[in-house]
C-alpha cells in the first residue's frame, strides 16, 4: 500500500481524474467479468482480483479483463503487477488513453519517470479532450523541471476551461510555471484568477501574500 500512499501524496488530484478509467460492462461480457466488474465497484478486491486471473488466463486477448485487473492490482497496491496488466492492455488496444493514462501513472510510481511522460503523452494526443490526462503530464513536466511543457499544457486546459475541473488548482500551479519562466506579474493574474474561482484557495493566497510587491 506503501506505493499508492506515495503516488496520491505526490499528485494531490481530484479522484474524478481516474472516474474516466471505470467503464460499465457491455451484456456480452462472460459471467465472470461481470461478478469481477461488481467486486471491484463494491471495494471487494481480492474477490475481483480471482475472477480476472480466471478470466484473462482464459481469455488473455479479453481488453477489459486485462485492464480492471490492471486497477485491482493498482488498489491493492501491487504496482508491479499492475504495470504488467496495464501493459498487456495497452498492447491490446495502443490507443486506449485510459490504459495509457493508467499505465503512466503506474509507471511514475515506480520511477520510470521518462516512461511515464512518454505514455502520459501517447494519452493526450489520442484523446485531445482528456483533461486529466494533459493535467496529469503537466505536473510530470514540471516535476522534471520542464517548465516550457509545463506551461503549454496548463494553458491548453486554461483554454479548454472545462466544466467541473479543479480550474482553481490550474490556475495555482500555472502561476507556479510562470514564477518559474520568471513571468511574475502572469503568475500573480493567475493567482488571483485561482482566488476568483476559490476563495478558500490557501495555496494561492500565500503565493500572492509573498509575491506580490
Do not use: C
Amino acid at each position: 500500500m506503501l506505493a499508492m500512499a506515495v503516488l496520491s501524496v505526490y499528485f494531490q488530484v481530484p479522484n474524478f481524474l481516474y472516474e474516466r478509467g471505470k467503464k460499465e460492462p457491455s451484456v456480452t461480457k462472460t459471467g465472470s467479468y461481470q461478478k469481477a466488474f461488481s467486486s471491484y465497484e463494491k471495494g471487494k478486491l481480492e474477490e475481483a482480483l480471482e475472477e480476472l486471473e480466471r478470466v484473462v488466463a482464459n481469455n488473455p486477448k479479453d481488453f477489459e479483463a486485462q485492464y480492471l485487473l490492471g486497477q485491482t492490482y493498482e488498489s491493492l497496491g501491487d504496482i508491479d503487477k499492475a504495470v504488467d496488466a496495464y501493459e498487456k492492455a495497452v498492447e491490446l488496444k495502443p490507443d486506449d488513453s485510459r490504459a495509457l493514462y493508467n499505465l503512466a501513472i503506474v509507471y511514475k510510481a515506480k520511477g520510470k519517470k521518462n516512461w511515464a511522460i512518454a505514455t502520459m503523452k501517447k494519452a493526450v494526443r489520442n484523446d485531445k479532450s482528456f483533461v486529466g490526462a494533459r493535467f496529469m503530464l503537466a505536473k510530470m513536466y514540471f516535476d522534471e523541471g520542464e517548465f516550457d511543457e509545463a506551461e503549454l499544457h496548463y494553458e491548453k486546459i486554461v483554454d479548454i476551461n472545462p466544466y467541473g475541473f479543479d480550474m482553481a488548482t490550474v490556475h495555482t500551479e500555472l502561476g507556479l510555471v510562470y514564477l518559474e519562466n520568471d513571468k511574475k506579474e502572469q503568475a500573480i493574474t493567475e493567482w488571483q484568477n485561482a482566488l476568483e474561482i476559490d476563495p478558500d484557495n490557501d495555496q494561492a493566497k500565500e503565493l500572492l501574500e509573498e509575491h506580490s510587491e
